[in-house]
């Protein structure tokens, strides 16, 4: 049974940092790309970043780039999100999603997801 459990998320203030973690199980992790997604609130999912399986490859919306960092350890089966100079609009559950590729650009080929985990970015 593939599991993705997101954790790290909180409150900060404007211009803070958070990492975001995922913990992947069930499948072959370094076999897969994948990618971050988020839900702000009263609004649809929106994709935010992608790595390729060897963590080689990544990509970002233009909303979070210069500001995200998407990074793996395959070793640990683990995806991670750094997120620097937040701000008010990045507040949104985020989620981490598997691909059904090895590279997915723009994580259009999404096949599962976790739970999330809450960012609120707020003085």
């Known amino acids: 049974e593939v599991q993705l459990v997101e954790s790290g998320g909180g409150l900060v203030q404007p211009g803070g940092s958070l990492r975001l973690s995922c913990a992947a199980s069930?499948?072959?992790?370094?076999?897969?790309?994948m990618s971050w997604v988020r839900q702000p609130p009263g609004k649809g999912l929106e994709w935010v970043s992608s790595?390729?399986?060897?963590?080689?490859?990544?990509t970002y919306a233009d909303s979070v780039k210069g500001r995200f960092t998407i990074s793996r350890d395959n070793a640990k089966n683990t995806l991670y999100l750094q997120m620097n100079s937040l701000k008010p609009e990045d507040t949104a559950v985020y989620h981490c999603?598997?691909?059904?590729?090895?590279?997915?650009?723009?994580?259009?080929?999404?096949?599962?997801w976790g739970q999330g985990t809450q960012v609120t970015v707020s003085s």
């Open positions: 999603a598997k691909s059904r590729l090895s590279r997915d650009v723009e994580g259009r080929y999404r096949d599962y």
């Open positions: 069930g499948f072959t992790f370094s076999n897969y790309a």
């Open positions: 790595i390729n399986r060897f963590g080689g490859s990544t």
